[in-house]
C-alpha cells in the first residue's frame, strides 16, 4: 500500500531585489509503500528539506500533488499520525522535555495514562529520562537532538520523518538511533530518512533516492547495490549530469 | 606585561575619582544657564496633551509636582516673583488642567497663586471657571469662584451667584448661603476672606501649604482686627487715626502688630488697613 | 478542536510566564507602585488621584512592555526560530495555531494583571491607611472597572500583534507596527474631536487628510474608549452599559483581526 506519492513536484523560491525565481525541487516523483524504509540523500542544496518541508505541509508546491495517506499534506489529519525530527531541532528552551511530550501526546490525541507510560519508556530508551524536569535551554545538542526523536515518536506514529537524525549524536547516541529505526521498521512503520552519513544510509534503507540540484537522478533498491558502496553510487549518479 | 593589565583599572580608578568633579563643575555652569534663562521651570508643551496617550493622569501629576516644588522653593527662599509670569503660570496650569479636567488640586494652587500672589484675579476666575465646568459635583470651583470675585474683583452680585451654586451642589459648609445672600454687608470686610482660608486649612495636609496659608490668614486676622479698631477709634474721636500709633496712644491695641511678610502696617484715610508687604514676601 | 488549541495555549503560556522578561516587567511595576507611598506625601490633597493614577501606570505600562517585547517574541520568532516546526508538525491547521498562541499570550497577560492588581490594591490599602482624609473621593469597584478595561485593550493590541506577525517573521517590523497602532488608536480620537470642534474647522488642513482621518477612525482601534483610569483616579462612576459596550467593541475587534491573521497565515510558507 503506497503510504506516500510525490507526482511532478516541483517547488521555486523567489529571492534577491529582483525576485529571481530559483528552482529548489524540479519535477520529483517517487511513491513510498507502507512498512518501508526509504532514504534521500544529496548533496547541500539538492532539495531534501524541501521535499520534507511539502511533505509536513510547511511548504506548498508549485506544481504536482502530494499525498500523505491519501490526503493533503495540508490537512492536519494527514500529520495526527505522523513524526517528524528536523535538521537542528529547535524547541521553546523554557520547557522541560516531560512539557515539550505532554504536548506532543496531547496535540496527537492519545490518552492520558498511555501517553505517560510511552513517554517514561522513550525518555528511557534515548537516556533522558534523568534529566525530564530539566528545562531544554540546559540540554546539549546531542540531549536535544534525542529530544527530538522522543517528540518524533512518543504518539507511536504510523509514518515516520527524520532529517538528519544523527546530526549532533556521539557514536553511543547513533547507535540508538539506528536501532530505534530498525525497531519501527519491525512494527511496521514507514520511515523517511534523510542523512549524509551514506554508511547508514545504506545500512537502513529498503530504498534510496538521490537528488542533485532540485532533480530526482534515480532511485536504488538495497538489493541493486551490488558489491558497490553507496558512496561509490552517489558518486557515480552525481558525475553523470543528467538534465532533468 | 603586567602594566598592560594594570593600565586599565588605573584609568578606571582615575575617572572615578575624576567624574564627580567634573561633574560638579558642569552642574554648576548648567545651574547658571538656568538662572540665566529667568525661570527655572519650563512651561509643558501643548503637545503634551496628544504625547501622553493614556497617560494623561501622571503626566498632569507630575507636572502640577513639578511646578509646585519650584513655586515652594521660591516662597521658602522668600523669592518675589516678576508679575510678568503670571501669563506663563496660567498656560502651566491651563495645560496641566487640560491633561486632568478634574484635577482639583492643580485648579486651587494656580488659582489662588495667580489671585494673591501676581494680583490677576482675572486668571484665577478663568481656571475656576473650567473647574466649574468639568468637577460639576464640587461646591468648591463656584465657591472660590465666589470668594474672588467678591474679594479681588468687587463684583458681589456676580460672587452670589457662585455662592449659590456652591451651595446648591452640596457638600459645602453651612455658611454658604447666608454668605451669599448677605454679601452685601460685608461689601468692606475681611470675613470671608477669614472664612475661605480657615476652610482651606482645615482640608489641607501638605505641611509646607499649612504654613503657607497659616501666615496668610494670621495677616488678614490682624488686618481684621486693626480695622475693627480703626472704626472703634472714629467713633470715639470723630475721624479716623492717621498712623497705628494713634491707636496705641488711644489704648485700643496694646502693641504694634508685626507683619510676618515683612511689611508694615498702614491706614488709608477712608479707615481700611493695608499692609506695605501685599501679603508676599518681600526680599 | 478545542483540547488542541488549549494544549496550544498552555504550551505558549508555560514559555512565556518562564521568560526572564516577565520578571523584569513585574519588577518595574512593583518598583513604581511601592513609590505611590513616597510621592503621595508631597502632594496637597487628592492623594487618591495621585495613588490611583501611579498604580493603573504601573499596571498599563506593564501590559505595554509585555506585549511589545514577550507576544512579539512568543509569536514572530516563533517562524525565525523555527520553533513553529514543533507545533506545526503536529495536526494543528493554521488557524488553530493562530488561535493557540494568542489565547496563550491572553492567560500570560491575565496572570500578569492579576498580579499586579492585587500588588496594586495592597499599596493603595496601605495609602489609604496611612491618608484616610485624603482618601474621601476612591472607590475600589472604579478602580478594578479601570483595570478590567486596561485589559480590553491589551485583548485587542494583542491581535494586531499576530496579525503583524502571520504577515511577518521579522520581530522588529511586527514591533513597529504594534507601537504605530497604539499610538496612532491612542490619539485617533483626540484627533477627530478637535477636527470636529471650531478650532479644528478653522484650522488650514487639506480635505484629502480631513477624508484620511474620517476613514482612519473606523480603521484603527479605538483605544481611548478602554482608557478609564481619569475615572478611576476620580471615582466617577461608569454605568454597566458602558463596560458591557466596551466588551462587545474588543471582543467584535479582536476576532476580526484574529480571523484575519488565521486566513493569511494560511497562505504564509513556513520556510
Not at chain 1, 176 to 197: A, P, W, Y
Not at chain 3, 29 to 38: A, E, Y
Request: with cysteine.
Amino acid at each position: 500500500m503506497v503510504i506516500i506519492a510525490l507526482k511532478n513536484v516541483s517547488k521555486s523560491y523567489a529571492s534577491g531585489f529582483l525576485m529571481k525565481k530559483k528552482r529548489a525541487v524540479s519535477n520529483i516523483s517517487f511513491k513510498i509503500k507502507s512498512g518501508e524504509i526509504f532514504g534521500i540523500i544529496g548533496a547541500n542544496g539538492a532539495g531534501k528539506s524541501t521535499v520534507i518541508k511539502m511533505t509536513q505541509g510547511f511548504i506548498r508546491p508549485d506544481n504536482g500533488d502530494i499525498l500523505i495517506a491519501d490526503k493533503n499534506p495540508f490537512d492536519p489529519v494527514s500529520r495526527l499520525k505522523m513524526g517528524y525530527l528536523p535538521e537542528n531541532p529547535y524547541f521553546y528552551t523554557n520547557l522541560t522535555a516531560l512539557e515539550l511530550l505532554r504536548f506532543s501526546t496531547s496535540a496527537s490525541g492519545v490518552p492520558k495514562r498511555l501517553a505517560e507510560e510511552r513517554i517514561k519508556s522513550l525518555l528511557e530508551t534515548v537516556d533522558l529520562y534523568a534529566s525530564r524536569k530539566q528545562r531544554l535551554k540546559t540540554f546539549s545538542k546531542g540531549m536535544i537532538q534525542r529530544a527530538g526523536i522522543c517528540f518524533a515518536l512518543v504518539h507511536d506514529p504510523q509514518i515516520v520523518v527524520l532529517d538528519e537524525p544523527m546530526s549532533g549524536l556521539d557514536p553511543l547516541g547513533r547507535k540508538m538511533v539506528i536501532d530505534l529505526i530498525l525497531n519501527l521498521r519491525e512494527q511496521g512503520k514507514t520511515i523517511l530518512f534523510c542523512s549524509h552519513i551514506l554508511n547508514d544510509v545504506e545500512r537502513i534503507c529498503d530504498r534510496v533516492a538521490i537528488m542533485d540540484k532540485g532533480c530526482l537522478r534515480q532511485i536504488y533498491n538495497k538489493n541493486e547495490l551490488g558489491t558497490k558502496t553507496m558512496e561509490e553510487v552517489f558518486l557515480n549518479t552525481i558525475q553523470e549530469k543528467i538534465a532533468c | 606585561m603586567r602594566l598592560t593589565r594594570l593600565f586599565p583599572v588605573i584609568c578606571l580608578g582615575l575617572l572615578i575619582v575624576l567624574c564627580p568633579i567634573y561633574q560638579k563643575k558642569f552642574e554648576e555652569k548648567r545651574s547658571t544657564l538656568l538662572e540665566e534663562s529667568g525661570i527655572g521651570y519650563l512651561i509643558p508643551s501643548e503637545f503634551i496633551t496628544t504625547a501622553s496617550l493614556e497617560f494623561k493622569g501622571i503626566v498632569s501629576d507630575f507636572l502640577y509636582l513639578k511646578m509646585s516644588t519650584y513655586l515652594g522653593g521660591k516662597i521658602v527662599n522668600k523669592e518675589m516673583m516678576d508679575r510678568s509670569q503670571a501669563d506663563f503660570f496660567y498656560n502651566a496650569a491651563d495645560i496641566i488642567t487640560s491633561l486632568d479636567p478634574w484635577f482639583w488640586d492643580a485648579y486651587l494652587m494656580s488659582s489662588m497663586l495667580l489671585a494673591w500672589d501676581f494680583n490677576r484675579a482675572d486668571l484665577a476666575t478663568k481656571l475656576l471657571k473650567k473647574a466649574t465646568t468639568y468637577r460639576t459635583w464640587d461646591f468648591n470651583p463656584p465657591y472660590y469662584l465666589g470668594f474672588y470675585h467678591y474679594y479681588f474683583l468687587k463684583d458681589n452680585a456676580t460672587a452670589s451667584t457662585y455662592l449659590m451654586e456652591a451651595a446648591r451642589r452640596g457638600g459645602g459648609p453651612g455658611f454658604l448661603i447666608p454668605l451669599a445672600t448677605r454679601l452685601s454687608v460685608y461689601q468692606n470686610s475681611l470675613t470671608p476672606a477669614i472664612l475661605l482660608l480657615e476652610e482651606q486649612l482645615k482640608t489641607t495636609q501638605d505641611p509646607f501649604m499649612v504654613k503657607h496659608l497659616g501666615t496668610r490668614l494670621k495677616v488678614i486676622i490682624t488686618l481684621d482686627k486693626l480695622e475693627k479698631k480703626v472704626a472703634e477709634y472714629k467713633k470715639r474721636n470723630g475721624h479716623f487715626p492717621e498712623k497705628l500709633s494713634d491707636l496705641l496712644s488711644d489704648k485700643l491695641i496694646g502693641n504694634l502688630p508685626e507683619d510676618p511678610y515683612g511689611g508694615k502696617f498702614y491706614i488709608l484715610p477712608n479707615g481700611r488697613v493695608f499692609t506695605t508687604s501685599k501679603l508676599r514676601f518681600i526680599k | 478542536m478545542l483540547a488542541k488549541i488549549l494544549s496550544l495555549s498552555m504550551l505558549t503560556f508555560r514559555d512565556g510566564v518562564r521568560d526572564r522578561a516577565i520578571l523584569g516587567v513585574g519588577l518595574f511595576s512593583l518598583g513604581m507602585m511601592s513609590i505611590t507611598l513616597v510621592v503621595i506625601g508631597f502632594f496637597m490633597r487628592e492623594l487618591n488621584k495621585v495613588a490611583v493614577d501611579i498604580n493603573l501606570s504601573a499596571i498599563s505600562l506593564a501590559g505595554l512592555l509585555l506585549t511589545f517585547f514577550l507576544s512579539i517574541n512568543l509569536m514572530a520568532k516563533d517562524i525565525d526560530k523555527r520553533t513553529i516546526y514543533c507545533v506545526m508538525s503536529k495536526p494543528f491547521s493554521r488557524a488553530q495555531y493562530i488561535w493557540g498562541k494568542y489565547i496563550g499570550i491572553l492567560f500570560i497577560i491575565i496572570t500578569a494583571f492579576t498580579v499586579l492588581t492585587m500588588c496594586s490594591s495592597l499599596t493603595i490599602a496601605l495609602a489609604k491607611l496611612q491618608y484616610a482624609n485624603w482618601f474621601k473621593a476612591f472607590s475600589w469597584i472604579e478602580y478594578y472597572k479601570a483595570i478590567y478595561a486596561s485589559f480590553l485593550m491589551f485583548v485587542v493590541l494583542n491581535a494586531f500583534v499576530i496579525l503583524f506577525s502571520s504577515i511577518t517573521s521579522s520581530s522588529f517590523i511586527t514591533l513597529l507596527f504594534s507601537i504605530s497602532i497604539y499610538i496612532g488608536g491612542q490619539t485617533i480620537e483626540e484627533v477627530v474631536l478637535y477636527l470636529k470642534s471650531g478650532p479644528g474647522q478653522e484650522t488650514q488642513i487639506s480635505e484629502f487628510i480631513r477624508e484620511m482621518i474620517d476613514i482612519l477612525q473606523y480603521v484603527l482601534p479605538n483605544f481611548s474608549v478602554f482608557d478609564l483610569k481619569m475615572q478611576a483616579s476620580h471615582a466617577i462612576p461608569l454605568p454597566l452599559d458602558y463596560m458591557f459596550g466596551i466588551t462587545g467593541y474588543a471582543a467584535i475587534y479582536s476576532v476580526v483581526l484574529m480571523i484575519a491573521a488565521s486566513l493569511i497565515f494560511n497562505k504564509r510558507e513556513l520556510s
